[in-house]
């Protein structure tokens, strides 16, 4: 991270000069600089400082070095030195985003304050932003894949292990288990937050602007580009790069995606200049990528560059004790949304909802949800049962569909456990005794504040 200081913008040198001294003296680093180009040169996110700037100077005036310093980092503190016509300007500055105002001539006293308290406010935003990332990867992980199973515990722990890294990665998992999701948790939860995340969906790209769409292109490359343009790869410098779906991508583009993730190189079409990329790569797949390299539909060398770490979303099958609460969630979120009072969900409904086959995991869980949170019929009263095999004993079965609506209905009654065993017409002992075999916790159905 830079020095902290100030940076203190005027055309006119003796204003500078005296400037310089004023801050100096109070023991406060500053550098003095002519014109808003070069200090917005400085100004970043994590620039621990803060702007000081004359209003009237030829090129880029002071409000405009304000809009665009803000546009960079919309907390980073600007100061406005104004004349005496600009009172009214530099109030106007006020409400849209400036911190303060210094009128000339002002004292050398009230300068040194009110930096002073810029800097003050500048150091508990930077400050306030590096303990968001450190608690904010697991905030991050934890709300956008939820549930307390021991499949999504060990989930997001491989996830926030491989976040903070800057490996690829390549994500497996049936249709609806929420592939993007991780992705994009990873991203969050990883140093590149704060860069793009460009999500490509690679089988719904136009194969005829393939190419063109995610390495970019010349003008007159091919009849239409009246321009240059970025592609997608260079879209995400800094960040991540998101291809879902990749094993719908043929062959010759896997060729040249390969050079691109083995060399972090892109070629635009027509050009002969490779542009180095500073990206990480994230991939995605329905389908199994080493069954499909082996029937030669899919590169095993590109296999080998994504895969460095391979994470597989679990069915919802796998994880039928989060069935409950997810249900909540999403009828609260779809309520949220809709704008409406979320319902009460019977612990029937519950018990149905954990009990019956979701084949499309999570999207068609969600779906379900929206539906209930309008009030329409979710259709599920007579679902037939899961099929766990023919391998499956009785008692086991009966043991996962003991356990599922018992966890149906503490979260149905949002963890309290008098309501829980009178529902279910258990002792008290009863029921703690089956939450302790099936390894169910109260707090893992309470509302998450």
Same mark, same amino acid.
């Given at each position: 991270?830079?020095?902290?200081?100030?940076?203190?913008?005027?055309?006119?040198?003796?204003?500078?000069?005296?400037?310089?001294?004023?801050?100096? !003296?109070?023991?406060?680093?500053?550098?003095?600089?002519?014109?808003?180009?070069?200090?917005?040169?400085?100004?970043?996110?994590?620039?621990?400082?803060?702007?000081?700037?004359?209003?009237?100077?030829?090129?880029?005036?002071?409000?405009?070095?304000?809009?665009?310093?803000? &546009?960079?980092?919309?907390?980073?503190?600007?100061?406005?030195?104004?004349?005496?016509?600009?009172?009214?300007?530099?109030?106007?500055?006020?409400?849209?985003?400036?911190?303060?105002?210094?009128?000339? $001539?002002?004292?050398?006293?009230?300068?040194?304050?009110?930096?002073?308290?810029?800097?003050? =406010?500048?150091?508990?935003?930077?400050?306030?932003?590096?303990?968001?990332?450190?608690?904010?990867?697991?905030?991050?992980?934890?709300?956008?894949?939820?549930?307390?199973?021991?499949?999504?515990?060990?989930?997001?722990?491989?996830?926030?292990?491989?976040?903070?890294?800057?490996?690829?990665?390549?994500?497996?998992?049936?249709?609806?288990?929420?592939?993007?999701?991780?992705?994009?948790?990873?991203?969050?939860?990883?140093?590149?937050? &704060?860069?793009?995340?460009?999500?490509?969906?690679?089988?719904?790209? $136009? $194969?005829?602007?393939?190419?063109?769409?995610?390495?970019?292109?010349?003008?007159?490359?091919?009849?239409?580009?009246?321009?240059?343009?970025?592609? =997608?790869?260079?879209?995400?410098?800094?960040?991540?790069?998101? *291809?879902?779906?990749?094993?719908?991508?043929?062959?010759?583009?896997?060729?040249?995606?390969?050079?691109?993730?083995?060399?972090?190189?892109?070629?635009?079409?027509?050009?002969?200049?490779?542009?180095?990329?500073?990206?990480?790569?994230?991939?995605?797949? =329905?389908?199994?990528?080493?069954?499909?390299?082996?029937?030669?539909?899919?590169?095993?060398?590109?296999?080998?560059?994504?895969?460095?770490?391979?994470?597989?979303?679990?069915?919802?099958?796998?994880?039928?004790?989060?069935?409950?609460? !997810?249900?909540?969630?999403?009828?609260?979120?779809?309520?949220?949304?809709?704008?409406?009072?979320?319902?009460?969900?019977?612990?029937?409904?519950?018990?149905?909802?954990?009990?019956?086959?979701? $084949?499309?995991?999570?999207?068609?869980?969600?779906?379900?949800?929206?539906?209930?949170?309008?009030?329409?019929?979710?259709?599920?009263?007579?679902?037939?049962?899961?099929?766990?095999?023919?391998?499956?004993?009785?008692?086991?079965?009966?043991?996962?569909?003991? =356990?599922?609506?018992?966890?149906?209905?503490?979260?149905?009654?949002?963890?309290?456990?008098?309501?829980?065993?009178?529902?279910?017409? *258990?002792?008290?002992?009863?029921?703690?005794?089956?939450?302790?075999?099936?390894? *169910?916790?109260?707090?893992?159905?309470?509302?998450?504040?």
């Amino acid at each position: 991270m830079s020095e902290p200081g100030i940076l203190f913008v005027d055309d006119e040198e003796h204003l500078r000069l005296a400037a310089a001294q004023t801050l100096e !003296l109070a023991d406060l680093p500053v550098t003095c600089l002519a014109d808003g180009e070069a200090a917005l040169a400085q100004v970043s996110r994590n620039f621990p400082g803060v702007l000081v700037t004359d209003i009237r100077m030829p090129g880029i005036d002071g409000i405009e070095l304000m809009r665009r310093a803000l &546009e960079i980092d919309p907390e980073f503190p600007v100061i406005l030195i104004t004349g005496h016509g600009d009172v009214e300007m530099a109030v106007q500055s006020m409400r849209d985003g400036a911190y303060d105002f210094l009128e000339k $001539p002002y004292a050398p006293v009230r300068m040194v304050e009110t930096v002073r308290r810029a800097l003050d =406010k500048r150091r508990l935003t930077i400050e306030n932003r590096a303990l968001r990332r450190q608690v904010g990867g697991r905030d991050a992980i934890e709300s956008r894949l939820t549930g307390r199973s021991p499949v999504m515990t060990a989930l997001r722990e491989q996830i926030r292990a491989v976040a903070i890294t800057d490996a690829d990665v390549l994500i497996t998992g049936a249709t609806g288990t929420g592939k993007e999701v991780a992705a994009r948790a990873i991203h969050r939860a990883s140093p590149r937050s &704060e860069k793009p995340f460009v999500h490509i969906n690679c089988a719904a790209l $136009p $194969p005829d602007l393939v190419e063109s769409e995610l390495f970019g292109h010349e003008a007159g490359a091919f009849a239409g580009a009246t321009r240059a343009r970025y592609g =997608k790869f260079e879209h995400a410098r800094g960040g991540t790069v998101f *291809l879902d779906e990749i094993d719908s991508l043929d062959l010759k583009l896997q060729a040249k995606l390969l050079l691109a993730v083995q060399d972090r190189v892109v070629t635009r079409l027509g050009s002969n200049d490779p542009i180095e990329l500073d990206v990480r790569f994230i991939a995605a797949s =329905k389908r199994d990528l080493e069954e499909a390299a082996a029937q030669g539909a899919f590169r095993s060398d590109l296999l080998y560059r994504l895969n460095v770490v391979t994470i597989r979303m679990p069915d919802l099958s796998q994880r039928r004790e989060d069935i409950p609460k !997810l249900f909540l969630h999403l009828v609260d979120e779809a309520a949220a949304r809709y704008k409406r009072t979320a319902p009460e969900v019977p612990g029937a409904v519950l018990s149905t909802i954990a009990a019956r086959n979701w $084949p499309g995991n999570v999207r068609e869980l969600r779906n379900a949800a929206e539906r209930f949170a309008l009030g329409l019929d979710l259709e599920i009263a007579n679902t037939e049962p899961p099929d766990e095999g023919d391998t499956t004993s009785l008692s086991a079965q009966m043991a996962r569909h003991e =356990k599922s609506l018992i966890a149906a209905a503490i979260a149905a009654n949002r963890g309290s456990l008098k309501a829980t065993y009178e529902a279910l017409g *258990l002792s008290r002992k009863s029921l703690y005794e089956k939450m302790q075999k099936y390894g *169910l916790s109260r707090a893992d159905f309470q509302d998450d504040e």
